[in-house]
């Protein structure tokens, strides 16, 4: 989709109920991708190729988790230029999530806060869309899937919702992500902390060897950790990451700051706040972490993505390649060819 019909759609979509028009948008993605009306927002892709995780990504660019919670439109949204998807946070059992209205813009601020809560149809019926998908796979992108915990899985049996999602995605994923961070299922940032985050990882890890040896293949796992994080924090993180093999982090997911959205309209509803505001957070994140693991561990980087020349700031920060979200439901399709260019010329320096 160019610049002028997205600059049409969006009034008309920003003019409905947030949720009802993200839903209608995937609607109308599934239903038409793969068809000749997918003309109306594909893209050619930049070629970008970059070796990251042992993962040859065709560019830099990336689709963050939540925006395809149930991979229906993996190879509409694929069209757009995308070099990667990553789809979910998909939990073993289907899930409503949490209590209608739970998705607020704040346009002032380029923002949206959200309290979906992993609401998702099930790691079956997820399953299902991951496999009928596969002119994204077969043109060369990368496809991440991302697992986390039913809300009403109890803290201490987490450990057994991700390893139920794990050895189910892992046969279809090129790599997978260990949503630990976001902020809308109850109790899930404590699974960032020392203990529980070595426990977690380290069953993590054991099953993904058992996996490998069953499947032949060796699949990257990257954890996604939040932006409210100190120093301290950060520092014991990627020490766990490095401790148990992980194969990279997410940095960063929505955050719970709102000081830099104080006085707008719905800024004090809960949940994550993502977009502009967690840019500057995110890339504190980010450089901390590429200060602790050092210059080859991969980074991905996502937050306030809405422009190419944020894209370039989350690479000069320490991230290896770049996710949108927020940024791509106020600028467009046309955003995800801008960042992939502002990479590419960033890295050809």
Not at 12 to 41: K, V
Not at 307 to 330: C, F, H, M, N, P
Request: with cysteine.
């Amino acid at each position: 989709m160019s610049s002028v019909p997205y600059a049409l759609a969006r009034p008309f979509l920003f003019g409905m109920d947030p949720e009802a028009a993200h839903e209608l948008t995937l609607d109308s993605i599934a239903r038409f991708q793969n068809t000749p009306l997918q003309c109306l927002w594909a893209r050619a892709r930049v070629d970008d190729p970059v070796t990251v995780a042992g993962l040859r990504f065709p560019n830099r660019i990336g689709l963050a988790a939540g925006l395809d919670k149930n991979g229906r439109c993996i190879d509409g949204l694929g069209a757009m230029g995308f070099g990667f998807i990553e789809v979910g946070t998909v939990t073993p059992l289907g899930q409503l999530g949490n209590p209608k209205p739970r998705m607020f813009r704040l346009p002032a601020a380029q923002a949206l806060i959200n309290r979906l809560g992993f609401n998702n149809e099930g790691l079956d019926s997820f399953l299902a869309n991951v496999k009928r998908a596969t002119r994204f796979r077969r043109s060369g992108g990368l496809l991440g899937l991302n697992i986390g915990k039913n809300a009403a899985t109890p803290i201490e049996q987490a450990e057994r919702d991700y390893l139920i999602c794990l050895d189910g995605v892992y046969p279809h994923a090129d790599y997978v992500t260990i949503n630990i961070s976001s902020p809308n299922t109850k109790n899930l940032r404590a699974l960032q902390s020392d203990a529980a985050l070595d426990a977690l990882l380290g069953a993590l890890q054991a099953r993904r060897q058992t996996l490998a040896g069953q499947h032949g293949r060796q699949v990257p796992m990257f954890v996604k950790i939040a932006p409210d994080l100190d120093e301290a924090q950060v520092k014991v993180i990627a020490a766990t990451l490095r401790h148990n093999g992980i194969d990279g982090v997410i940095a960063t997911n929505t955050t719970i700051e709102r000081s830099a959205v104080q006085g707008l309209a719905h800024a004090q509803e809960t949940g994550g706040l993502s977009g502009r505001p967690v840019f500057e957070a995110s890339n504190r994140v980010i450089r901390q972490l590429r200060a602790e693991l050092g210059a080859a561990y991969p980074i991905i980087g996502v937050g306030g993505v809405d422009s190419g020349t944020a894209a370039r700031t989350k690479l000069e920060a320490g991230a290896d390649l770049v996710q949108v979200y927020t940024g791509l439901i106020y600028q467009g399709p046309g955003l995800v060819g801008d960042c992939a260019r502002a990479l590419k010329a960033a890295t050809a320096r």
